[in-house]
């Protein structure tokens, strides 16, 4: 079956701009990911949905950054006034099972460039 | 915060040896993953070993985990140009998302 879809690929966008990305999970998954991953280095934790829970936001690095699952499928994460250090690849993953430690399918994310 | 570091950074071998990564944590682990990425994209999972068990295999992989000193290795036997990648370490305590090292680049010469 089909797997993780990020879009777009890749974003550039001028400092000061909002931007959205979007992740379309594997079906089925309840668990999905945000990571953040800076150019040669690991990767980041963002933020975790499961199911209707409330989703654990303790990774986002500030208030710009915010994002929502809808429908318990696809995910956006929106980052609001964009600086230069937010440039990176946004890496969504889902997984089957409601056990963060569960194998994770990751998309081939979205690189993001702020000018 | 980072829970696994890899070992080397970056590895460079020749086609048809044996390479070998390493990983080490810092506290008690439920599971320990690896993963592989190409070209700074997306993760490809690879495989998960628990913290009851000690080794693992899968086709060319070979991982094993001690507990008690809080590593783990990955052995890629015979390599293929292919295997060239960045190679990481997840680990998780319980339910708590997966943390990942910021892995080791290998490289494998034709």
């Known amino acids: 079956g089909a797997g993780v879809s990020q879009s777009p690929s890749n974003k550039v966008t001028e400092k000061g701009k909002d931007v959205e990305l979007r992740c379309d999970p594997i079906s089925g998954h309840t668990a999905l990911y945000w990571y953040r991953q800076s150019l040669g280095q690991g990767l980041e934790f963002l933020i975790y949905f499961q199911g209707n829970s409330a989703p654990d936001k303790s990774g986002l690095p500030s208030d710009r950054f915010s994002a929502e699952r809808t429908g318990g499928s696809v995910s956006t994460l929106t980052i609001q006034r964009t600086q230069q250090e937010d440039s990176a690849v946004y890496l969504c993953a889902s997984s089957y099972g409601p056990q963060r430690g569960d194998t994770q399918y990751f998309g081939p994310g979205t690189r993001l460039t702020v000018l | ?110």
């Open chain 2, 1 to 110: 915060s980072q829970q696994g570091e890899e070992d080397p950074q970056a590895l460079s071998i020749q086609e048809g040896e044996n390479a070998t990564m390493n990983c080490s944590y810092k506290t008690s682990i439920n599971n320990l993953q690896w993963y592989r990425q190409n070209s700074g994209r997306g993760l490809v999972h690879l495989i998960l070993i628990r913290s009851n068990e000690r080794e693992k295999h899968s086709g060319r992989l070979r991982v094993t985990l001690d507990t008690s000193k809080k590593s783990s290795s990955l052995l890629i036997t015979a390599s293929r140009a292919a295997d060239t990648a960045s190679y990481f370490c997840a680990t998780t305590t319980g339910n708590t998302p997966l943390v990942f090292g910021k892995g080791t680049r290998l490289s494998v010469i034709a």
